[in-house]
T-cell receptor, first 115, second 111 residues
C-alpha cells in the first residue's frame, strides 16, 4: 500500500528557533497534502492544505506566517514552524490522498517539543 | 463549517464487553471513514463507508453508515485489551479528500 513518511519523528528545540518538518509520499504522487496538529488525547485538527505548485490553504485561526508550508514537488511537502514557542509543542501529522480514491494515507507524525 | 460530533469521548470497559461509538452530523458526507490511532503514531484507516445504510464488518468490528449519510457507528463485540486506542471518525465532503474529524473516542479495555 501507499506509504507516507515524516521526518524528523521527534524534535526538541529552543524557543525562538524554527523547525522544518518534511512529509513525503514514497510510492505515489500527491498534488495535495494535509497538515494536522494533535494535542494529547485529542482529535486531529486540520491546519492547512498543501498544494503542489501553488500557495497553501490555511484553516481559520492558523497563522500562515507562523506555519510556513511549501509543496515543492509531487512527493514532498514541508511545514516550517517559525519562531517556535512552548505553546507550539504538539504532534504534527501529514496525510496525502491517492488521486481518484478516497483513501488517504497518514504519516507517522512528528513530535515537537519547544523548550 | 461541517462538524462531526463523536461520542462518547472516553470509554473504559472490561474485556469481553461490547461497545458502540457514535458519529453524528447535520451535514451530508460523500463517505465516512473510521481510524484507529495508537500513541505516538499516525491514524490507521479501518474502513470507509460510502453508501447510505451500508454495513461493513471487520472481524469483531461492525461499521454502519446512516441512510442519510449524516451519521455512523462503530460497534465492537467482545472487546479485547488490544482494542485499546483512540478511535476517530472522519467525513469526506469534497472530491479532493479533505477530512473533517470527530473529537475522537479514547477506548480502554481492561483485562
Amino acid at each position: 500500500g501507499a506509504v507516507v513518511s515524516q521526518h524528523p519523528s521527534r524534535v526538541i528545540c529552543k524557543s525562538g528557533t524554527s523547525v522544518k518538518i518534511e512529509c513525503r509520499s514514497l510510492d505515489f504522487q500527491a498534488t495535495t497534502m494535509f497538515w494536522y496538529r494533535q494535542f494529547p488525547k485529542q482529535s486531529l485538527m486540520l491546519m492547512a492544505t498543501s498544494n503542489e505548485g501553488s500557495k497553501a490553504t490555511y484553516e481559520q485561526g492558523v497563522e500562515k506566517d507562523k506555519f510556513l508550508i511549501n509543496h515543492a514537488s509531487l512527493t514532498l511537502s514541508t511545514l516550517t514552524v517559525t519562531s517556535a514557542h512552548p505553546e507550539d509543542s504538539s504532534f504534527y501529522i501529514c496525510s496525502a490522498p491517492v488521486t481518484g480514491r478516497e483513501t488517504q494515507y497518514f504519516g507517522p507524525g512528528t513530535r515537537l517539543l519547544v523548550l | 463549517t461541517q462538524l462531526l460530533e463523536q461520542s462518547p469521548q472516553f470509554l473504559s470497559i472490561q474485556e469481553g464487553e461490547n461497545l458502540t461509538v457514535y458519529c453524528n452530523s447535520s451535514s451530508v458526507f460523500s463517505s465516512l471513514q473510521w481510524y484507529r490511532q495508537e500513541p505516538g503514531e499516525g491514524p490507521v484507516l479501518l474502513v470507509t463507508v460510502v453508501t447510505g445504510g451500508e454495513v461493513k464488518k471487520l472481524k469483531r468490528l461492525t461499521f454502519q453508515f446512516g441512510d442519510a449519510r449524516k451519521d455512523s457507528s462503530l460497534h465492537i463485540t467482545a472487546a479485547q485489551p488490544g482494542d485499546t486506542g483512540l478511535y476517530l471518525c472522519a467525513g469526506i465532503s469534497t472530491s479532493y479528500g479533505k477530512l473533517t474529524f470527530g473529537q475522537g473516542t479514547i477506548l480502554t479495555v481492561h483485562p
